[in-house]
């Protein structure tokens, strides 16, 4: 699929997935090694894809231990064409899952990085921000990246490495037309996350949006109001000072438009399924890109 050698290479571009090297060790029940994916015989991952107008969902079975580095893995997908399953062995210690008649026959598994996720803390494009799953109260990383034809959005937990959410916007030619594409992968279900990230047990969300401009978002977010109603709500948030604009703001991207991911979590925000600082660290990256754009 062409969404997802997309997202392959702009995860391995993003975070610095490398070969682990170092003594064996066995994975114990609630206990990992670091720089290793943390999981366990029993864990269970289901993601729901949607891809234009087609829905499917993907789980991810996490089998018995095969030596010290290795674990069964199964992948089902459920699609409109009935369930295929497929057996694959990942190694904890590299990342990499291959068919257990192939050994050579290999991908990165990037459902689950190894933790702690190492990154460029220097990179404009990858912020931390709190998120929300199924209730709690999760420390993240973002990964946004735009072209002229492309947006793309991924957003990993930072403490178990587990792929929440991935999004990505291209406009392709299909039939001598161009249409936009869009490829979302949402992580439904997961016995691997069960309460608050640590960092969040003792804190508080520090950014508080007045109720009327959810209620403007909402509506933007389904086509009932213009883009400029939006962009005003911003405004308000910034003269307020609940919002700062981003050093280094482009101002040269005005042909750009909103990408189309921006209306579908502004939606989920709205409806409270995000939080006021996810939806204002979406906003303050697109001003620094220039396809926001607001006055000063």
């Given amino acids: ?35 290793t994916i943390c999981a366990h015989p029993g864990n269970m991952l289901k993601y729901n894809i949607s891809l234009r107008d087609m829905n499917s969902s993907q789980t991810y079975s996490f089998g018995n231990m095969v030596d010290a580095n290795n674990i069964n893995l199964v992948q089902s997908q459920d699609d409109k064409s009935g369930v295929q399953n497929t057996t694959m062995i990942l190694n904890l210690k590299t990342g990499f899952a291959h068919s257990p008649q192939d050994v050579n026959a290999v991908r990165p598994f990037l459902e689950v990085l190894a933790s702690p996720i190492n990154y460029s803390k220097s990179d404009p494009s990858v912020t931390q921000l709190v998120t929300d799953f199924n209730g709690f109260k999760r420390t993240a990383l973002v990964a946004f990246h735009s072209s002229e034809n492309s947006t793309s959005k991924i957003v990993y937990d930072i403490e178990t490495g587990i792929l929440l959410e991935e999004h990505s916007s291209e406009i392709i030619t299909i039939g001598g037309n161009p249409e936009i594409v869009d490829f979302t992968d949402k992580l439904a279900s997961t016995n691997m996350i069960s309460s608050d990230s640590d960092a969040m047990k003792n804190m508080k969300s520090n950014v508080s949006i007045p109720k009327w401009v959810k209620t403007t978002a909402k509506m933007w977010s389904q086509g009932d109001v213009q883009d400029s109603e939006f962009t005003n709500a911003i405004q308000y948030l910034i003269s307020n000072g609940i919002m700062q604009i981003p050093h280094q703001t482009s101002g040269s991207s005005s042909s750009q438009t909103i990408p189309t991911w921006l209306k579908h979590s502004t939606s989920m925000w709205a409806d409270g399924q995000t939080t006021d600082n996810e939806f204002v660290q979406s906003i303050q990256w697109l001003i620094t890109k220039g396809i926001v754009q607001v006055g000063n």
Avoid: E, R, W, Y
């Fill in 1 to 35: 699929m062409k969404f997802k050698a997309i997202f392959l290479v702009f995860v391995i571009s993003i975070f610095c997935i490398a070969l682990h090297t170092g003594p064996a060790f066995s994975q114990q029940a609630d206990t990992c090694q670091p720089n």
